[in-house]
């Protein structure tokens, strides 16, 4: 089974997309499975894990909705206030919907850089992995240290970090991200989707601009605890998704054919799908 571990959809006029402004001209518009499917199909795509992509409780409701009448969305990952003082319960309450299999808080536009290591939020990690929910990490690279230490604080709570933390790749200022990539890969709960890199990269990237980083994650966590997800309809402002989809099965493509269906799908299964969402007839 082929899985797509992280795309979106949206509908501007709910009006809670932030940063989706129309300076972003190829994705300020709605985007509908019906445009994703033609990308699905070419690149032989049997799910998805649906993503948020606005940090409302509507967000939330709405992604629900969509998946429960799209066979191919095999769980969301969804949003919830971290911050609220009903936390705990907010939490229990949408774990009673059986598509969710996560929740991510959009840490990469949390003004305080510390906001991770906030102790209100332990009881609320911890109602997560009770629930067998994942903590999907949107973070960027100066965030990995705090991050590190919530996911040693959390040995019971499965971590995924999305877009590789977000390198910058644009300036080759990879130093620090390589280190602290290195030093997450060591705790054996977290696991790093294959994602976004693109849009880190510069307007004219070519596939050889992404091998430093897909290189150092693969030696870090090994092909089995690596996801790959499209980032779509976002990866649309870097080239699109069959460039992207094409580009990753290149810089995998000595890896054996059991390894690259891991990264492919059966790692996504595994980490979201083994207790939760939508299982593949």
Not at 38 to 62: C, K, N
Not at 76 to 104: E, H, K
Not at 228 to 253: H, K, Q
Request: some cysteine; aromatic content about 8%.
């Amino acid at each position: 089974m082929r899985i797509d571990a992280h795309q979106h959809v949206w509908t501007l006029a709910r009006g809670d997309y932030g940063w989706l402004t129309p300076d972003l001209a190829p994705i300020y518009r709605d985007f509908h499975f019906s445009d994703l499917a033609p990308h699905l199909s070419a690149a032989g795509i049997d799910g998805t894990i649906l993503v948020q992509a606005a940090p409302t409780d509507a967000e939330t409701r709405f992604l629900l909705d969509v998946a429960e009448g799209a066979e191919i969305v095999r769980g969301v990952v969804g949003w919830t206030d971290f911050d609220a003082a009903d936390g705990v319960a907010r939490i229990d309450q949408l774990a009673a919907q059986r598509l969710l299999v996560g929740l991510r808080p959009m840490v990469q536009d949390i003004a305080d850089d510390d906001w991770l290591l906030g102790l209100h939020l332990a009881p609320l990690f911890s109602a997560m992995a009770g629930h067998d929910l994942v903590f999907d990490a949107l973070v960027l690279p100066h965030h990995l240290p705090r991050l590190l230490r919530v996911v040693e604080r959390h040995p019971n709570l499965q971590f995924v970090l999305d877009h590789c933390g977000k390198p910058r790749l644009a300036t080759g200022d990879l130093a620090m991200w390589q280190r602290d990539i290195a030093l997450l890969a060591e705790r054996p709960n977290i696991v790093c989707k294959l994602s976004g890199l693109v849009t880190e990269a510069a307007k004219d990237w070519q596939v050889a601009d992404l091998r430093q980083a897909v290189d150092h994650v693969r030696a870090c966590f090994g092909p089995q605890r690596i996801l790959w997800g499209s980032d779509w309809p976002v990866v649309n402002l870097a080239g699109g998704y069959a460039r992207w989809f094409a580009a990753a099965e290149t810089l995998l493509a000595d890896l054996s054919a059991g390894e690259r269906a891991g990264v492919f799908g059966e790692n996504a299964a595994r980490i979201y799908l083994s207790k939760r969402g939508r299982r593949a007839r």
